[in-house]
């Protein structure tokens, strides 16, 4: 009674263990290369490829990745001196759905009949605007397939982008208000934003008046009238801010934040020109 009772025991333990053992699943990875960056918004796809027999539900999960301080909502790739370079994973071709590791941070779930091989595609994003130090940049993604929350089977991935020098240049108005013969003095500022490390010189030209100069500016009003004034990049009113590097451009070094530039304006007194409204146009062209 003794032995039926033990052989009895091993028969269901036998039975019970069969369908986790045959329960397999195989994971594999493309590569995500966003190639070079120079400011724009770069989309770039890869695939995952996932199996799993004897249960044909389960779960792909991406982890943040090996970046300090990444999360599965905000990775980084890593590059020189450990700069950061953010960008995201997504599951929809809309950019919009995170890919997370867990069911709360968006993982991608399969469901359904049958064991075949099936591809996902890795939507993913850098953002416009960055301006990280040149160099090359990686990091690292584990994909995982979870079946009832256990992992069954990882593979890796790389995630990789080369910056290259860039820069972006915007500028406020500069008003005089009015003039009434005595001289006029203000200010107005420039934005240079440019990749970490990157040199950079900042020109203005001559305008749009007949005849101007970088050194002897006109703002045009009534029937073409003309009133000089000019424009300089120190608060002393001396230092002439034209358009010839090197000479009389104003130079910096990338920070990757935004640089205010200041703008000094100048109307000479004793002009006796024709009442009105007088306007002149600017380029600013940053070179780097």
Request: charged residues 5%.
């Amino acid at each position: 009674m003794t032995r039926r009772l033990a052989l009895a025991v091993l028969f269901l333990l036998a039975f019970v263990a069969r369908p986790a053992a045959a329960q397999s699943c195989t994971i594999s990875a493309t590569s995500v290369a966003f190639g070079t960056y120079t400011g724009p918004l770069i989309n770039v796809t890869g695939t995952l490829t996932a199996k799993c027999t004897g249960n044909a539900n389960y779960d792909i999960g991406l982890n943040a990745g090996t970046a300090s301080g990444a999360t599965v909502t905000n990775r980084s790739m890593t590059g020189p001196a450990s700069a950061l370079m953010g960008y995201g994973l997504y599951s929809d071709a809309g950019y919009s759905v995170n890919w997370g590791n867990s069911s709360s941070t968006g993982w991608v779930s399969k469901s359904g009949p049958g064991s075949s091989s099936t591809n996902y595609t890795v939507y993913a994003q850098l953002p416009v605007g960055e301006y990280a130090a040149v160099g090359s940049y990686s990091d690292t993604i584990t994909a995982t397939v979870f079946v009832g929350g256990v992992s069954f089977a990882t593979t890796t991935f790389s995630v990789t982008v080369t910056v290259a020098a860039n820069c972006a240049i915007s500028a406020n108005n500069l008003a005089f208000g009015t003039y009434a013969g005595s001289l006029i003095s203000s200010t107005s500022i420039i934005t240079a934003t440019c990749t970490s490390g990157t040199t950079y010189n900042v020109g203005l030209n001559a305008g749009t008046a007949t005849g101007a100069t970088v050194t002897n500016r006109s703002m045009a009003g009534p029937a073409s009238a003309l009133l000089s004034y000019k424009l300089f990049s120190n608060s002393g009113y001396t230092a002439n801010w034209g358009n010839t590097v090197g000479t009389d451009t104003v130079a910096g070094t990338g920070t990757g934040s935004a640089q205010s530039l200041t703008v000094y304006g100048q109307v000479p007194a004793g002009q006796l020109s024709t009442p009105g409204s007088y306007t002149d146009t600017i380029t600013a062209t940053i070179t780097y």
